[in-house]
């Protein structure tokens, strides 16, 4: 992926975020998509776990888990990790922030968010998928929907690939009554929203996302967006666990 600057040259310019592991030996299809949302609900959506199982409950939200336990959610000043550990209604408890964090030992998350915007799903350690949010306007946001993979037999990398373009446009299509139909567009207007525990990741991303808004260089912005969203955090240095 490229990414575009406007402005005048710089002797040195800041680290471009992406994704260590993405070395030579994998391979990735992608494909390109406009909503009519503004970058932050586009975003949040991505970041909401407990939407899988109702929403895309004919593709990956099969199997019914739609009992949310967390999710344990991690953070710095550059990205969220999320550790995702629905399952189905059996009647247990909720763990607790201690124990899911200890259960996320030594496993990868399964979302990772790296600010300004860019969304990876660890599938599986031969497949992600990658999502970059581009905000064309104040209304209207570019999904940059790729697939990273090692299928390297060209008969069968073809065919895999046209069924990952498919298949990623299909599963974002299942959100787009939602996404699109959200007041306000713009989530740092949402002052009313009411976010519950499973929407740990949500809350984190709406305070990193207004303390960047404040730190913007000559970044005209209403007073209102400035106000502190609803969040189920409390303010943290870096390297910080959102608690419960």
Known sequence: ????????????????????????????????????????????NQLDVAHIAFIHRTTIGRGGRSFVDGPYVEADDASIRVWVTNSRHTGRERRGMAELAAAAVGRDPSLTFLFPGLWRLNIGSRLKNVVAFVPID????????RVYHRVTNPLLRWPFEALMRLSSRSILNQDRAIVVTQTPMDSTRAMGDRLIEADRAIAQYRRMHARLLRRAPRLEVLPSLLSPAPALVAPAPAAEVVPA
Not at 17 to 39: C, I, K, L, Q
Not at 138 to 145: D, E, F, H, K
């Open 1 to 44: 992926m490229a990414v575009v600057g406007r402005g005048a040259a710089r002797d040195t310019y800041p680290a471009i975020p992406f994704f260590a592991e993405f070395d030579a030996g994998w391979r990735s299809t992608t494909v390109a998509v406009d909503w009519p949302v503004h970058y932050t609900r586009a975003i949040e």
């Open 138 to 145: 104040a209304v209207t946001t570019r999904y940059y929907l």
